[in-house]
């Protein structure tokens, strides 16, 4: 039998932990689920940006880190303050008031910190794991499996989510294999909580396993004038990778593009559970959609892998744009129960956009600062994130007028496709004249 090389070690166990860090119990109910613990609607908005924030404040320096010490402390650290999340949301009083105001905003912060020292440092350890065997070419293979095994578990805790933490329906399981207790809500609140503490901890494991490749210690050493000046080589190394993006107009273009799509549709996925209610559909049903979106990049994997091995930069944005559009315009309607069909047009033009993202960033960027140029993606999409949070949250402020918070939401719902729609439109005016580059297949 034939001993796994460092590259396939580390190409499995990157896999196995994008799965455990990103396919979370409490999706489903990710809205109500703080809600239900005591929130406004505005401080789980507020909190919402705290996060976003924490993941921009987080993200270059962790990136400069990981191009200079080595990218699996970022990948441990993250993992760790994974756990301290789930563990603080699993304390955190119901209903209270300052206190619970305090363990969510922590919780939220934690795991802000941790997407930002994951971002960038595990693609690049693997990339690099790849590289050093001369096998950078089977990196589409990687984010093909990525892609699959995370909408596998996207499913399952998607659907495991949405069950748990109904205490009907758990009652009922109960009581048809005999057992007859009474759960309420309160009791089921925080069932998704403890279940993504166990991953937690098992993505912890998985990540103390992985191998860093000698690639990245070769690559970036400091330079003769730096070796006395630490401080100055990690201000060199995000200097070099800023510039490198200013002057690849095809890198800046994929980075600002996706910025416009990813923080609208996200802004809008955080608050899927609350358009579920508007569109009158059961509660039972929110784990069951949220597994059929989860499940979408079984299909979608395939599709984004020939998107951009043969369309150019241009033609595929394009192409994802207007399937966003449609779907925001579809989602403002809130058809009764029929509206839910638009979020799958939503949900796979998100997993094409993060497929062609990390695609073409990875196979434009030379590895000395991959990391650096993979955080500083990073730090733009939350900072997109962040704003049209803010910007959504003054929308909501002004349609609620003392009404319904649920409506207002609903009511807001109409800005979103004109706000892609003017990005994407100032998108193309500012890259016009490097409209030759971006139409070419990367």
């Given at each position: 039998?034939?001993?796994?090389?460092?590259?396939?070690?580390?190409?499995?166990?990157?896999?196995?932990?994008?799965?455990?860090?990103?396919?979370?119990?409490?999706?489903?109910?990710?809205?109500?689920?703080?809600?239900?613990?005591?929130?406004?609607?505005?401080?789980?908005?507020?909190?919402?940006?705290?996060?976003?924030?924490?993941?921009?404040?987080?993200?270059?320096?962790?990136?400069?880190?990981?191009?200079?010490?080595?990218?699996?402390?970022?990948?441990?650290?993250?993992?760790?303050?994974?756990?301290?999340?789930?563990?603080?949301?699993?304390?955190?009083?119901?209903?209270?008031?300052?206190i619970l105001v305090l363990c969510c905003l922590a919780n939220r912060l934690l795991s802000g910190i941790a997407e930002g020292m994951a971002s960038g440092a595990d693609e690049a350890l693997v990339f690099d794991s790849l590289a050093e065997r001369n096998r950078s070419d089977e990196w589409p293979q990687v984010l093909n499996q990525v892609m699959r095994w995370q909408s596998v578990g996207m499913m399952i805790a998607?659907?495991?989510?949405?069950?748990?933490?109904?205490?009907?329906?758990?009652?009922?399981?109960?009581?048809?294999?005999?057992?007859?207790?009474?759960?309420?809500?309160?009791?089921?609140?925080?069932?998704?909580?403890?279940?993504?503490?166990?991953?937690?901890?098992?993505?912890?494991?998985?990540?103390?396993?992985?191998?860093?490749?000698?690639?990245?210690?070769?690559?970036?050493?400091?330079?003769?004038?730096?070796?006395?000046?630490?401080?100055?080589?990690?201000?060199?190394?995000?200097?070099?990778?800023?510039?490198?993006?200013?002057?690849?107009?095809?890198?800046?273009?994929?980075?600002?593009?996706?910025?416009?799509?990813?923080?609208?549709?996200?802004?809008?996925?955080?608050?899927?559970?609350?358009?579920?209610?508007?569109?009158?559909?059961?509660?039972?049903?929110?784990?069951?959609?949220?597994?059929?979106?989860?499940?979408?990049?079984?299909?979608?994997?395939?599709?984004?892998?020939?998107?951009?091995?043969?369309?150019?930069?241009?033609?595929?944005?394009?192409?994802?744009?207007?399937?966003?559009?449609?779907?925001?315009?579809?989602?403002?309607?809130?058809?009764?129960?029929?509206?839910?069909?638009?979020?799958?047009?939503?949900?796979?033009?998100?997993?094409?956009?993060?497929?062609?993202?990390?695609?073409?960033?990875?196979?434009?960027?030379?590895?000395?600062?991959?990391?650096?140029?993979?955080?500083?993606?990073?730090?733009?999409?939350?900072?997109?994130?962040?704003?049209?949070?803010?910007?959504?949250?003054?929308?909501?402020?002004?349609?609620?007028?003392?009404?319904?918070?649920?409506?207002?939401?609903?009511?807001?719902?109409?800005?979103?496709?004109?706000?892609?729609?003017?990005?994407?439109?100032?998108?193309?005016?500012?890259?016009?004249?490097?409209?030759?580059?971006?139409?070419?297949?990367?």
């Amino acid at each position: 039998m034939t001993a796994l090389t460092d590259a396939d070690r580390n190409w499995r166990r990157f896999v196995f932990f994008r799965v455990l860090f990103n396919s979370r119990f409490y999706y489903p109910v990710l809205a109500v689920l703080f809600l239900d613990l005591g929130l406004s609607g505005t401080e789980y908005t507020l909190l919402n940006f705290a996060w976003a924030l924490a993941i921009v404040f987080t993200d270059l320096p962790a990136g400069v880190l990981a191009d200079r010490i080595g990218r699996k402390p970022l990948i441990v650290t993250a993992a760790v303050l994974m756990v301290a999340e789930m563990v603080l949301l699993s304390v955190a009083p119901r209903n209270g008031g300052w206190i619970l105001v305090l363990c969510c905003l922590a919780n939220r912060l934690l795991s802000g910190i941790a997407e930002g020292m994951a971002s960038g440092a595990d693609e690049a350890l693997v990339f690099d794991s790849l590289a050093e065997r001369n096998r950078s070419d089977e990196w589409p293979q990687v984010l093909n499996q990525v892609m699959r095994w995370q909408s596998v578990g996207m499913m399952i805790a998607m659907l495991v989510g949405g069950a748990v933490y109904d205490p009907a329906f758990l009652s009922g399981l109960l009581a048809a294999v005999g057992i007859h207790v009474h759960l309420d809500q309160a009791t089921t609140l925080r069932f998704p909580v403890y279940l993504n503490l166990a991953t937690a901890l098992l993505a912890l494991w998985t990540v103390l396993g992985l191998r860093e490749p000698s690639v990245h210690v070769r690559r970036v050493a400091p330079e003769a004038g730096d070796r006395g000046n630490a401080e100055a080589t990690a201000w060199n190394i995000a200097a070099r990778a800023g510039g490198w993006i200013a002057k690849t107009p095809v890198a800046l273009f994929v980075i600002v593009a996706g910025v416009i799509l990813d923080s609208v549709v996200r802004l809008f996925l955080t608050f899927s559970s609350s358009y579920y209610r508007l569109i009158h559909l059961p509660e039972a049903l929110f784990g069951i959609v949220g597994a059929s979106l989860g499940g979408l990049g079984l299909v979608v994997s395939p599709l984004a892998r020939r998107l951009v091995g043969s369309g150019s930069v241009a033609r595929n944005y394009l192409h994802v744009t207007a399937v966003v559009v449609a779907g925001l315009i579809g989602v403002a309607y809130r058809w009764n129960h029929w509206g839910v069909l638009f979020l799958f047009p939503l949900g796979a033009a998100m997993m094409t956009l993060g497929y062609m993202v990390s695609y073409y960033l990875n196979a434009l960027v030379d590895s000395s600062h991959r990391a650096t140029v993979l955080s500083f993606k990073g730090v733009a999409f939350n900072l997109g994130y962040g704003f049209i949070s803010l910007a959504f949250a003054v929308v909501l402020r002004s349609v609620r007028n003392g009404g319904d918070a649920q409506a207002a939401v609903g009511e807001a719902l109409v800005f979103l496709p004109a706000w892609v729609a003017f990005g994407g439109g100032l998108c193309a005016v500012l890259f016009w004249r490097k409209r030759r580059e971006l139409g070419r297949v990367v």
